[in-house]
């Protein structure tokens, strides 16, 4: 099973902006797609991004459209979610993961994703 490290975490004042990365191990990287979702304390974990195989399709949660964006480097095995103008509200624990289905679509339902990252704690502050 493929292991999903997440990086670039942090403290960061509101209006500001954070670059995550998510570097994968193996050689099957680009054949799948990538998601991101996050989890605030006491809330479950929710749907923030998602990208196709080919990078040639993506998803936006609408809370953070216009703000955030999701790309990925399949020669790199890396996968990175662009976060600006970020707020307090955006304050959560953040992971990569893995779609389950080879060439398939990203997907904003979590239980369609097969490997996890260990996250990276992102947090903003007024």
């Known amino acids: 099973q493929v292991q999903l490290v997440e990086s670039g975490g942090g403290l960061v004042q509101a209006g500001g902006s954070l670059r995550l990365s998510c570097a994968a191990s193996?050689?099957?990287?680009?054949?799948?797609?990538m998601g991101w979702f996050r989890q605030a304390p006491g809330k479950e974990r929710v749907f923030v991004s998602g990208?196709?195989?080919?990078?040639?399709?993506?998803l936006i949660e609408d809370s953070v459209k216009g703000r955030f964006t999701i790309s990925r480097d399949n020669a790199k095995n890396m996968a990175y979610l662009q976060m600006n103008s970020l707020k307090p509200e955006d304050t959560a624990v953040y992971y990569c993961?893995?779609?389950?289905?080879?060439?398939?679509?990203?997907?904003?339902?979590?239980?369609?994703?097969?490997?996890w990252g260990q996250g990276t704690q992102v947090t903003v502050s007024s």
């Open positions: 990208i196709s195989w080919d990078g040639g399709i993506t």
């Open positions: 193996g050689d099957t990287f680009s054949r799948y797609g």
């Open positions: 993961a893995r779609h389950n289905d080879l060439w398939g679509h990203p997907s904003s339902n979590w239980y369609t994703y097969d490997s």
